[in-house]
């Protein structure tokens, strides 16, 4: 053959094999709803980015006539390329081959790019559409599952991991997503589920639809296992790049810095905090006023709403949120809200992201459900996450600060490094009608006008102690600010601590109450 | 605030605190605690009824056999907590139960 031939050749076999499971399949494909795998990645990444890897690679199961089936690429998609000039490495999964199953080949395409991500400390994502194990090939499927979970854990921490949800991942296959930093679901294209609703129904008699059971709107309300929801793939792949933007590369490096700008927030922070302290107000238009540009990008917007999370900037810098809700469930913290929180936390040290906290915390949520939900190994992990982070950690307390809810929220004790407080901060044991109950009990047991010594004694208590300067005369609040003064004061925190250096005993890892 | 964001405001007391906030859906469905009655016997897994091993009336010592409970492949053993007498059956051979369903009650 000339080398024009050859090359011509190349094409031809690139063409063939880029159409994946033919026009067939990828005709049912948008039938359903959703782009192909190849659509999504270059979607995805910057313009003319992509370069794939192991576009020829052919599957290697010789039983059930598999022999004599050609699958084009063993049903996923991998390379490397960029967003806004980030490196990625990424891979798809391609339904329109065998339904995206997952076989030897399959697996080992996914923990090539894999090592790949984690060996050239970049991010990886993973786009998931996939009917599951490919059962021609029995266990080496399985083995295949596995050996993405391990590189997931390995890589854990090291560099961030995305998922994206964009059809199904059933059974074993949702461990991986489970096991990295952030999943996407995209309404009426996700789902996810260990056991599908056949198997529920026939064994168990319960009749559930897929999207009941498993869709983007239950993990994204009501499981918590998935940290972005939208409506279509455009606008999941919108909030990925904006994601991609707010992270590094990898754990030894910091977020990409932007040009600070001021808030567009004009106004007084004050006047968004109602005066009565049990009126409530949406935190997240506190972190609007504080912000760079007041571009507040939330995570974990529908579950667990009465704990807020996500990114912000200050001074073209990534800095991570964590403020109670007032708005939701009293702000409280539970099982739920403290998972959240922690996780964030992790993720934030884990890559030398700073943590502001915004506290308006009234104590934990009571009830019988909770405390047998575990809320008190689910509340220490917030306790674990706080005290373990060394990144620079500042805290605000808007409003009230009670109880334990007060020493969970990163307080000095757990070493903040920057505490303030507003000055209609309550920092007590509990609220004044609970505290003085307890100890003026005699007194206002003991008075002929019971209500009116009560009264009397909260009116007493507030005054002595629901303010912030009880914790300031002991140095647990380093200073007691005006609300318009926050943001200089963070941006100060954030500046002086660019150099923190916060060594702690050597182990192999703690062992946090998972 | 917003008229909107006004809407769904209900009191929710922590520490006797009374806040104005909204519920989450899921704390609204919350399964609210019964305390256990030690003469009922419930299902603790859903599944089927294989076999009754005792008649309504019957008078049945500690850790007899009253029924099976077929789950996730398993035939489960139900037995009697303490000596007593089975007061009603609730469920026959073949049906299909749920989780915490009232089986027998005994006295």
């Given at each position: 053959m000339?080398l024009?031939?050859?090359i011509l050749?190349?094409?031809?076999?690139?063409?063939q094999?880029?159409?994946?499971?033919?026009?067939k399949?990828?005709?049912?494909?948008?039938a359903?709803?959703?782009?192909t795998?190849r659509?999504?990645?270059l979607?995805?990444?910057?313009?003319?980015s992509?370069t794939e890897?192991?576009?020829?690679?052919?599957?290697t199961?010789r039983?059930?006539?598999?022999d004599k089936?050609?699958?084009h690429?063993?049903g996923?998609?991998?390379?490397?390329?960029?967003?806004y000039g980030?490196?990625?490495?990424?891979?798809a999964?391609d339904?329109?081959?065998?339904g995206?199953s997952?076989?030897?080949m399959?697996a080992?395409?996914i923990?090539?790019?894999m090592?790949?991500?984690?060996k050239?400390?970049?991010p990886?994502?993973g786009?998931?559409d996939s009917?599951?194990?490919r059962?021609?090939?029995?266990?080496n499927?399985?083995?295949g599952y596995?050996e993405?979970?391990y590189?997931?854990?390995?890589?854990?921490g090291?560099?961030?991991?995305?998922?994206?949800?964009l059809g199904?991942?059933?059974?074993g296959?949702?461990y991986?997503?489970a096991l990295t930093?952030?999943v996407?679901?995209v309404e009426?294209?996700?789902?996810?589920?260990?056991?599908g609703p056949?198997?529920i129904?026939?064994v168990?008699g319960?009749?559930i639809?897929m999207?009941d059971?498993?869709g983007?709107?239950?993990h994204?309300?009501i499981t918590g296992?998935?940290h972005?929801?939208?409506?279509?793939?455009?606008?999941?792949?919108?909030q990925?790049?904006?994601l991609?933007?707010?992270?590094?590369?990898?754990?030894?490096k910091?977020?990409?810095?932007?040009?600070?700008?001021?808030?567009?927030?004009k106004g007084?922070?004050?006047?968004?905090?109602p005066?009565?302290?049990?009126?409530?107000y949406?935190?997240r238009?506190v972190?609007?006023?504080i912000?760079?540009?007041s571009d507040?990008?939330?995570i974990?917007e529908?579950?667990a709403a009465?704990?807020?999370i996500?990114f912000?900037?200050?001074?073209?810098?990534?800095v991570?949120?964590?403020?109670?809700?007032?708005?939701?469930l009293?702000g409280?913290?539970?099982?739920d809200s403290?998972?959240?929180?922690a996780?964030?936390?992790?993720?934030?040290?884990?890559?030398?992201i700073p943590i502001?906290t915004l506290?308006?915390?009234p104590?934990?949520?009571?009830?019988?459900?909770?405390?047998?939900a575990g809320?008190?190994?689910?509340?220490?992990?917030?306790?674990?996450?706080?005290s373990?982070?060394?990144v620079?950690?500042?805290?605000?307390?808007l409003?009230?600060a009670?109880?334990?809810?007060?020493i969970?929220?990163?307080?000095r004790?757990?070493g903040?490094?920057?505490m303030f407080a507003?000055p209609?901060?309550?920092?007590?044991?509990m609220?004044?009608e609970?505290?003085?109950n307890?100890?003026?009990k005699?007194?206002?047991?003991?008075?002929?006008?019971?209500?009116?010594?009560?009264a009397l004694?909260?009116?007493e208590y507030?005054?002595k102690?629901?303010?912030?300067?009880?914790?300031?005369?002991?140095?647990?609040?380093?200073?007691?600010i005006?609300?318009?003064?926050t943001?200089?004061l963070?941006?100060?925190?954030i500046e002086?601590?660019a150099?923190?250096?916060?060594h702690r005993?050597?182990?192999?890892h703690g062992?946090?109450?998972? | 605030?917003?008229?909107?964001n006004?809407?769904?405001l209900?009191?929710?007391?922590?520490?006797s605190?009374?806040y104005?906030t909204?519920l989450?859906?899921k704390?609204q469905?919350?399964v609210?605690y019964d305390?256990?009655n030690?003469?009922?016997?419930l299902s603790y897994?859903?599944?089927?009824?294989?076999?009754?091993?005792v008649k309504?009336?019957?008078e049945v010592q500690e850790?007899e056999?009253?029924l099976?409970?077929?789950a996730?492949?398993m035939?489960?053993?139900?037995?009697?907590p303490?000596?007593?007498?089975v007061?009603?059956?609730k469920?026959s051979?073949g049906?299909?139960?749920?989780k915490?369903h009232l089986?027998?009650?005994?006295e």
């Amino acid at each position: 053959m000339s080398l024009k031939k050859h090359i011509l050749d190349l094409r031809k076999r690139r063409e063939q094999v880029q159409k994946g499971g033919g026009d067939k399949a990828i005709e049912k494909q948008a039938a359903m709803g959703k782009m192909t795998a190849r659509e999504r990645i270059l979607a995805l990444l910057d313009k003319d980015s992509f370069t794939e890897y192991d576009l020829f690679v052919e599957h290697t199961a010789r039983d059930f006539g598999m022999d004599k089936k050609q699958l084009h690429g063993d049903g996923v998609i991998i390379g490397t390329g960029t967003i806004y000039g980030a490196p990625i490495c990424i891979f798809a999964q391609d339904f329109t081959v065998a339904g995206g199953s997952l076989g030897l080949m399959h697996a080992r395409k996914i923990t090539k790019i894999m090592d790949h991500a984690l060996k050239m400390r970049v991010p990886l994502i993973g786009i998931n559409d996939s009917g599951g194990a490919r059962i021609q090939e029995g266990v080496n499927s399985l083995a295949g599952y596995g050996e993405i979970f391990y590189r997931n854990t390995l890589a854990s921490g090291v560099i961030p991991q995305l998922s994206v949800i964009l059809g199904p991942c059933a059974g074993g296959a949702v461990y991986s997503p489970a096991l990295t930093d952030f999943v996407f679901v995209v309404e009426n294209i996700s789902k996810m589920f260990i056991t599908g609703p056949g198997v529920i129904e026939s064994v168990l008699g319960e009749k559930i639809s897929m999207e009941d059971l498993g869709g983007a709107r239950v993990h994204a309300e009501i499981t918590g296992n998935a940290h972005f929801f939208s409506e279509s793939e455009a606008e999941c792949f919108e909030q990925i790049k904006k994601l991609v933007t707010f992270i590094p590369w990898n754990n030894s490096k910091k977020a990409k810095a932007f040009p600070p700008k001021p808030p567009k927030f004009k106004g007084n922070i004050e006047d968004i905090i109602p005066s009565d302290p049990k009126t409530p107000y949406d935190v997240r238009d506190v972190i609007k006023a504080i912000v760079d540009d007041s571009d507040f990008f939330e995570i974990q917007e529908l579950w667990a709403a009465n704990m807020v999370i996500g990114f912000g900037r200050l001074n073209g810098e990534t800095v991570g949120f964590v403020a109670n809700q007032p708005m939701v469930l009293a702000g409280v913290l539970d099982c739920d809200s403290s998972d959240k929180a922690a996780r964030f936390i992790r993720f934030c040290d884990s890559f030398n992201i700073p943590i502001v906290t915004l506290e308006d915390m009234p104590g934990y949520l009571p009830g019988v459900d909770q405390e047998h939900a575990g809320v008190i190994r689910h509340g220490a992990k917030v306790l674990y996450a706080y005290s373990e982070a060394t990144v620079p950690k500042v805290t605000v307390i808007l409003r009230k600060a009670y109880g334990g809810g007060y020493i969970a929220m990163n307080s000095r004790h757990l070493g903040a490094d920057f505490m303030f407080a507003w000055p209609m901060a309550e920092i007590a044991v509990m609220g004044p009608e609970g505290a003085a109950n307890i100890i003026f009990k005699k007194e206002i047991d003991e008075a002929e006008d019971k209500d009116a010594m009560r009264a009397l004694k909260v009116e007493e208590y507030k005054e002595k102690f629901a303010n912030p300067y009880v914790a300031a005369a002991k140095g647990y609040i380093d200073s007691v600010i005006e609300p318009n003064e926050t943001r200089a004061l963070l941006l100060h925190a954030i500046e002086v601590s660019a150099g923190k250096d916060d060594h702690r005993p050597a182990k192999k890892h703690g062992i946090p109450p998972f | 605030m917003s008229k909107e964001n006004k809407e769904g405001l209900v009191d929710f007391a922590i520490l006797s605190m009374k806040y104005k906030t909204k519920l989450t859906k899921k704390f609204q469905n919350r399964v609210k605690y019964d305390d256990p009655n030690p003469n009922h016997i419930l299902s603790y897994i859903p599944g089927t009824i294989c076999e009754v091993f005792v008649k309504e009336g019957q008078e049945v010592q500690e850790g007899e056999s009253l029924l099976i409970l077929e789950a996730m492949k398993m035939r489960n053993q139900i037995t009697m907590p303490y000596t007593g007498k089975v007061k009603a059956i609730k469920v026959s051979t073949g049906d299909r139960i749920p989780k915490n369903h009232l089986m027998v009650e005994i006295e």
